[in-house]
């Protein structure tokens, strides 16, 4: 047993002796070593010759390069790790400069490039297009154009350039104005933009020119830390859940990577995705429940389980201006962590429609943690479809989403959503059955619609098949939140629990209040209705995120039950405990800001430390109850 001991000992010291320390330098040359004094110029030239434990830092400046590491790591105690320097700026861009703008009438320009700089990609050639894709008849392109880092908006026709109108239904209408149109021949791509009073030849202008700014080709590349840049500008396709979904920055069907403190911005369509491998069957399933069935059986032959795929981490990251997702994922981003990431201004242009946009869009979330991230400004803020089976939601901040907080579609449960924050004017569209929701603080409406498709559940805290079911609506939770109405009623849904009048399965709702003409449950052995305005507001100052709450004293004198395993009990479908992704017994004794819930009274809502009047809550960055 001692010799044993010994000769893992020496194997170890092994390891380490062998790990390496590669740097990158805008003053290095690929010829170099990679050593600190004669370091690399591409980051890729580090990536080629990295292996497991190796450690690559990346030093000040632009690097304009598509990173795509040939090997990961053998663990998550062997990972190949990607870090910027400490304290230095370091900007990875699928972009390149174009400064050659010949005016061509008025505030237009135009700029001639052969399509040899380009290789054997032109993203203004590459059309958008995939399954669940609008092209709102329209041709969009792969390829963007940028002033001084804000793009600019792509038009169908030349005319649109020449004489631009204000879009309306976006969030920038003067920011449309700057447009601009492509066309190809043989030999060379055009380029037409209006940069109004701007001179293209004096500002920075650049272009899409790469896929991605950080991702494999390869699938099962994995145990990679990426961390620490500033990534922006990829030319990334359309990312539907049953074909490749390429990002900015992505794993493409593997394991174990840890992507944090990153700030991604401008890509095309997703930021981060965790998704699927692609394959002859991509963008063949004709839009359709049942091509996407066929699409997870096929998964499972490629390797789809918790020994090969999944369980990721994605943390502090910055993502924002991105035209599909922030964080996507089909099937890739079992058993990972989303967490304390700020997510705003996605899908804002409106020039495409379809059915994938979101900050956060995961189809089979399973045994999922997603917590603490802020979504605002993102059309859907958490789009949980298919297959949200474990998945624990708990801590997050979403608000000014144009159509919903929290979208959960066709998933059977169980599943949690407990400690968040839904201000939106639909907080909650809720296409599912088996969820819990504890202790949140719900303002907008919720909608309830059953639907005939036959989707998934799967075996415990596994991606095998336990069946096919249709989402007949009900068997949800309901406990302990606070309920509200920031707005009158409509055909998006009611506020309060009005939507779940008639549902096909049974209901178990107790200790929520119900303020400001928010509907009760009519059914409801404890709750509190209370016929006043909590003056409710979130203001944004600066960098920081206050919430404002007049809390009735009525509301702290509740006899509410402390929420466990044993009170939710059984999801009916797949006839599974609700249970933290490790299998343990959930009990929700912290709050949204981390305090200890009263066992006897818990308080309704995500904050057990409100005061009777105005309370004054800090929800970002960090959590404060002042």
Known sequence: MKKLTLILI?????????????????????????????????????????????????????????????????????????????????????????????????????????????????????????????????????????????????????????????????????????????????????????????????????????????????????????????????????????????????????????????????????????????????????NSAEGYVETIKRALTRGWSKENIGSHIIRNNTISECGQTGICGSMGAVFSTIENNNIFNIWTKRQWGGAEMGGIKIHSSIDMRILNNRLVNCHRGLWLDWMAQGTIVTGNLLYDNSSDDLFVEVNHGPFLIENNILLSEVSIRDWSEGGAFVHNLIAGKIELRPQSRETPFQLPHSTEIGGLRKTLGGDNRYYNNIFTCNGETNQRGEPGM???????????????????????????????????????????????????????????????????????????????????????DIKIDRDFFGYERSKRNPVPGPFEKLKPGMNTLKLWPGKVAM
């Open 10 to 286: 020496f194997l170890s010291i092994g390891l380490t002796i062998s790990a390496k320390e590669y740097h990158v330098s805008k003053y290095g040359n690929d010829k170099n070593n990679g050593s600190v004094e004669s370091p690399f110029l591409t980051i890729q030239a580090a990536a080629n010759i990295s292996r497991p434990g190796d450690i690559i830092i990346v030093h000040e400046g632009v690097y304009r390069e598509w990173i795509i590491p040939p090997l990961g790591g053998n663990s998550d105690t062997e990972r190949i790790v990607y870090t910027s320097a400490e304290g230095e700026k370091v900007e990875i861009k699928g972009s390149e400069i174009i400064n050659e703008w010949e005016r061509f009438k008025g505030t237009v320009w135009k700029a001639k490039i052969s399509n040899s700089f380009f290789g054997d990609y032109n993203p203004y050639k590459d059309i958008i297009s995939g399954d669940w894709f609008n092209d709102n008849n329209r041709v969009h392109h792969t390829g963007e154009v940028y002033l001084n880092g804000k793009s600019l908006w792509e038009k169908p026709i030349l005319e649109e350039v020449l004489n631009p109108v204000a879009e309306m239904d976006n969030f920038d209408p003067e920011g449309s104005k700057y447009t601009w149109y492509c066309e190809s021949d043989d030999e060379y791509t055009y380029i037409y933009a209006n940069f109004h009073d701007a001179d293209p030849n004096n500002e920075l202008v650049e272009i899409n020119v790469r896929k991605s700014c950080f991702y494999p080709v390869k699938t099962g590349i994995n145990y990679i830390i990426v961390r620490g840049f500033h990534m922006e500008q990829a030319a990334t396709q359309w990312a539907p859940p049953t074909a490749e979904q390429p990002g900015l920055i992505g794993t493409n069907w593997g394991k174990g990577w840890i992507i944090e403190n990153n700030i991604i911005r401008n890509s095309k369509c997703s930021g981060i995705t965790l998704g699927k491998h692609g394959d002859e069957y991509d963008n063949t399933s004709e």
């Open 498 to 584: 009005a939507a779940y009048k008639n549902t096909k399965l049974p209901m178990f709702v107790d200790g929520n209040v119900y303020l400001n003409k928010a509907e009760a449950y009519h059914n409801e052995p404890n709750s509190l209705k209370l016929d006043y305005d909590p003056g409710l507001e979130i203001k944004d100052q600066e960098d920081e995120v206050f919430l404002f709450l007049n809390v009735d004293e009525e509301i702290l004198k509740m006899n509410n039950q402390l929420v466990s395993t044993d009170l939710l009990g059984t999801a009916k479908i797949p006839d599974q405990a609700y249970t933290y992704p490790d299998g343990t």
